[in-house]
T-cell receptor, first 113, second 112 residues
Framework: EPEVTQTPSHQVTQMGQEVILRCVPISNHLYFYWYRQILGQKVEFLVSFYNNEISEKSEIFDDQFSVERPDGSNFTLKIRSTKLEDSAMYFC???????????FGQGTRLTVV | GESVGLHLPTLSVQEGDNSIINCAYSNSASDYFIWYKQESGKGPQFIIDIRSNMDKRQGQRVTVLLNKTVKHLSLQIAATQPGDSAVYFCAEPNNAGNMLTFGGGTRLMVKP
């Protein structure tokens, strides 16, 4: 069964450093998403991406964040100048179309120290 | 794995019993709803969905009920098994269909 894959599974970084979280969406999917889940809280939407541009973003997705599809398979989330409160699980997801079933990756646990 | 949802409402059931997990939504214009299951250390996994032109939809051992009058959604799991232990979230897409808003989640614990 096709799946969304994310790397690394766990990333530890020092406050102020930049991190790049990587995702390989399902190959025939056209919409890509990043969500985050702070420990003990619900899953929160960050950004959606379609046709090489941001389709929707939340208030959380400020200038500290950026997304990119550098090639035909990868989808990345860059967090500049990380803060302690950026520590969370970050999930990538993809869908074939708008409003269709979203497939989530296993997540990257980001720990900012 | 690390526990998610330390402050989540918890439903504890005996193996073999039926489980009912509830969700309230606020947007009366919402026309599509989804239930996700999240096991410890994993990403959300699609279980079942329902459109607003239906009030009930059945899957394998799961049933989703939608009551639009009171804006309430429920997930029923028949003959609950230990493998059903997880956190369950309801979610709804926005009108553009390009983002999901998740509910707070319910932790289901199945006692053998």
């Amino acid at each position: 069964e096709p799946e969304v894959t994310q790397t690394p599974s766990h990333q530890v970084t020092q406050m102020g450093q930049e991190v790049i979280l990587r995702c390989v969406p399902i190959s025939n999917h056209l919409y890509f998403y990043w969500y985050r889940q702070i420990l003990g809280q619900k899953v929160e939407f960050l950004v959606s991406f379609y046709n090489n541009e941001i389709s929707e973003k939340s208030e959380i997705f400020d200038d500290q964040f950026s997304v990119e599809r550098p090639d035909g398979s990868n989808f990345t989330l860059k967090i500049r100048s990380t803060k302690l409160e950026d520590s969370a699980m970050y999930f990538c997801a993809s869908t074939q179309g708008r409003g269709t079933e979203a497939f989530f990756g296993q997540g990257t646990r980001l720990t900012v120290v | 794995g690390e526990s998610v949802g330390l402050h989540l409402p918890t439903l504890s059931v005996q193996e073999g019993d039926n489980s009912i997990i509830n969700c309230a939504y606020s947007n009366s214009a919402s026309d599509y709803f989804i239930w996700y299951k999240q096991e410890s250390g994993k990403g959300p996994q699609f279980i079942i969905d329902i459109r607003s032109n239906m009030d009930k939809r059945q899957g394998q051992r799961v049933t989703v009920l939608l009551n639009k009058t009171v804006k309430h959604l429920s997930l029923q799991i028949a003959a609950t098994q230990p493998g059903d232990s997880a956190v369950y979230f309801c979610a709804e897409p926005n009108n553009a269909g390009n983002m999901l808003t998740f509910g707070g989640g319910t932790r289901l614990m199945v006692k053998p």
